[in-house]
Each structure stands twice: as C-alpha cells, then as structure tokens.
T-cell receptor, first 114, second 108 residues
C-alpha cells in the first residue's frame, strides 16, 4: 500500500542527537497515529491526532514529541533517546479515531539508538 | 483495559496446509481488524470484521462478537503467508489495542 508513507525507513542515532520521523498519508483521512513496536512485544499506541488535535498521549516520555501541522502530515521529534527506545515506529491513519474505521499503516521507521 | 489474546503464539506449517488462528478479547468492541505483518515490517490490512464472516481468496475470518472471539482461516498456505498475524480490537470510544500476534512460518 502506498497510501501512508514514512521517512526515513532506517535511522541510527546517538543518545545526544535530535532527529525527526515523518509520516504522510494520501488517503484523505482525519486521524493519524504513532505506534511503537519493540522486539517480542505487541504494538503500543503512542499518540493519536484527530483533525490535527492530539487526543491521546499514552504516557509517552517527553523525549518523544509529536507534531501534526495538518491532517496529512505527522512528525515524531526525537531527542536524548535511550537505547531501549530502539524499535520499529509505525504511523497509521484512519478516517477518524474512536469510530468504526479501518486503520492503514505505513512501512515503518526502524530506529536504532546507540 | 481490554485484554487481547492470540493463539497459537507460533505456528509452523508445510506449504499447502490449512490453519486457524484465534483472537480472544475480554470486552465488547466496536471494531476488529486482522493484519499481516510481513518480514519487512509492513502491516497489511486483511479484514475489517467486527462481526460475521468474510472471505478474500484463501483467507477468511469469522467474528462472534457475543462470545468475544475471532478466527482467521488460512487455506492452502504459501511461503508468502509467513509473517506475524495481529488481531486489533477497538473498544467503544477508545483506540485500537493489538494482540501479541501469531508468528506463522510456512515451509516449502
């Protein structure tokens, strides 16, 4: 599926670096999501934006900072990360959150923190 | 919060075999989806199935909402079916909760 794109696909960063992950959806959806997938663990919902407003912050540490400038774009700004933050970060979108809509996922960014 | 269980956790099949994957959830849900995650990490929608039965080629799914479970059937499995299968449920007015997944390996 090419409806949701993510860049970069792979990222290696040191603990003192600042980087950003980008997600873009081309489906005309109004809700966007960030998920974290660590090895051997289920997907964990991090943030939800509905019509550009953040509606969910699932107790995520402040070293992860989301930004949603419009309904088509979602960023995840990263700073002073820890090695345990290494994971696959997945972006998804749906027509609206909390409803009866299908979620569509991007290909993910595989993050390694050294 | 809602609990989602999937069984079996791991499954190894010979190509051509059939299989059934199960998803149990602990509360009523508004939405249920099955996903396949390929070896490169991409999650692909298989079914949106809060209730009833759907079929798509060799795959079919059945959700019995009143008994809080869903089943995913894979027939005549192929090596490209390998990966992790996730069930995700959406309680009323809440966001999706994913199960732990079933890791399927189809051997040639």
């Amino acid at each position: 599926e090419t409806g949701v794109t993510q860049t970069p696909r792979h990222l290696v960063m040191g603990m003192t670096n600042k980087k950003s992950l980008k997600c873009e959806q081309h489906l005309g959806h109004n809700a966007m999501y960030w998920y974290k997938q660590s090895a051997k663990k289920p997907l964990e919902l991090m943030f939800v934006y509905n019509f550009k407003e953040q509606t969910e912050n699932n107790s995520v540490p402040s070293r992860f900072s989301p930004e949603c400038p419009n309904s088509s774009h979602l960023f995840l700004h990263l700073h002073t990360l820890q090695p345990e933050d290494s994971a696959l970060y997945l972006c998804a979108s749906s027509q609206a959150s909390g409803g009866t809509d299908t979620q569509y996922f991007g290909p993910g960014t595989r993050l390694t923190v050294l | 919060g809602i609990q989602v269980e999937q069984s079996p956790p791991d499954l190894i099949l010979q190509e051509g075999a059939n299989s059934t994957l199960r998803c149990n959830f602990s509360d009523s849900v508004n939405n249920l989806q099955w996903f396949h995650q390929n070896p490169w990490g991409q999650l692909i929608n298989l079914f949106y199935i809060p209730s009833g039965t759907k079929q798509n080629g060799r795959l079919s799914a059945t959700t019995v909402a009143t008994e809080r479970y869903s089943l995913l059937y894979i027939s005549s499995s192929q090596t490209t079916d390998s990966g992790v299968y996730f069930c995700a449920v959406e309680p009323y007015g809440q966001n999706f909760v994913f199960g732990p997944g079933t890791r399927l390996s189809v051997l040639p």
